[in-house]
């Protein structure tokens, strides 16, 4: 059988073909009994099929799909709440640990001649010349 | 908390049309949106029985289709109509469950997915099924792709252009997609026309 006629049977079924292309398809058929076969049973291939399509689930799914909602929402709504108290509880923590770190900081920028990321954070480091110039009683005097 | 408003609508306010249903679902009126499903069930169950066989997991895409949509009401904007919202989620659930279904079972089977080459045994071939079981074990034996405009085109009725939109892929693609799955599955039914005839 040839193959553009097929090909071109095949895209009759579902594609605008043009006047030349329809003119031509149906002398085929009118001719090649193969070309006729295979249209007949294309066609009843696509008439099984959408006569056969399925279109219910099992009886009641209405009323399964509404308790699978229900059940979702119950899930959904128990998430909230589980993310609702982890938030009050930690409010108060989250609060006073912001409250601590903002003093650190500011005692460590109080200490400290820079005002840097370093300095902010207590990292600040000594050089080696202040090191060796600071007494050794300075330092044992520094309380613990 | 989320508190679940459950209105009813009065007798004299039934809405009739998809559209209508929504809007109500929306302001959280179950009666409707159990309406929209009942209504909507047969589309559904073409597109995913069609993608995935009467199986248990076509039962589980199809109510989880319906429980996207309710969750997806309010970004439901209307430039589709409802039943192609609705049926763009269940052939998208329904392409997922055949990945993982792949995934599952890929262990266990070496046959590509593109490959939609297969051979026919005698229990499918038999004269003894009927013509929709045949063409549903046909329909099978197509890889996603094809098996997804098969069910949109044939058995949903949907035109070329709106299989390709649904699935975002080109019209031609539609089209040739269409031409291999419907030869391959007159190869697959061979030898049942053969008995026929």
Do not use: C
């Not at chain 2, 659930?93 to 279904?101: A, D, H, M």
């Not at chain 2, 262990?107 to 009927?130: Q, R, Y």
């Not at chain 2, 058995?155 to 031609?172: H, S, V």
Request: net charge negative; charged share 30%.
């Amino acid at each position: 059988m040839n193959r553009e006629l097929l090909d071109l049977l095949y895209r009759s079924f579902d594609a605008d073909l043009t006047e030349e292309e329809r003119q031509r398809l149906d002398e085929a058929l009118a001719t090649s009994e193969a070309l006729q076969t295979e249209k007949e049973r294309i066609t009843s291939i696509r008439e099984v099929l959408s006569k056969n399509a399925t279109d219910s689930f099992k009886p009641l799914f209405t009323e399964r799909v509404m308790r699978a909602l229900e059940t979702a929402e119950e899930t959904d709504v128990s998430t909230d709440v589980f993310f609702e108290s982890l938030y009050r509880f930690f409010r108060p923590v989250a609060l006073a640990a912001a409250a601590a770190a903002i003093l650190l900081v500011s005692m460590n920028l109080w200490d400290s001649d820079d005002i840097t990321l370093a300095a902010a954070l207590g990292m600040q480091e000594d050089s080696i010349e202040v090191m060796f110039e600071t007494p050794l009683e300075a330092i044992l005097e520094e309380p613990l | 908390m989320k508190v679940i408003h459950v209105k009813m609508l009065r007798e004299d306010k039934v809405p009739t049309s998809e559209e209508q249903l929504v809007r109500a679902a929306r302001e959280g009126d179950r009666t409707a949106f159990s309406a929209l499903v009942k209504r909507l069930e047969p589309r559904v169950a073409a597109t995913v029985i069609g993608m995935l066989g009467d199986t248990p997991e076509a039962e589980d895409v199809g109510q989880e289709t319906f429980i996207r949509f309710y969750k997806a009401l309010d970004s439901y904007r209307g430039e589709s109509s409802v039943s192609t919202y609705v049926t763009r989620i269940a052939i998208n659930l329904s392409l997922n469950e055949l990945k993982r279904r792949k995934r599952r079972f890929s262990l266990f089977s070496n046959t590509a997915d593109d490959d939609i080459e297969l051979v026919v045994d005698e229990k499918t071939g038999g004269p003894h099924f009927e013509d929709g079981e045949m063409i549903q074990s046909a329909l099978s034996k197509l890889s996603p792709g094809y098996r997804a405009v098969i069910v949109l085109r044939l058995l949903d009725g949907l035109t070329t252009e709106e299989t390709a939109r649904m699935l975002n892929i080109p019209i031609g693609t539609v089209l040739s997609r269409l031409a291999r799955a419907q030869k391959k599955m007159r190869d697959i039914l061979k030898p049942y026309f053969g008995e026929k005839s």
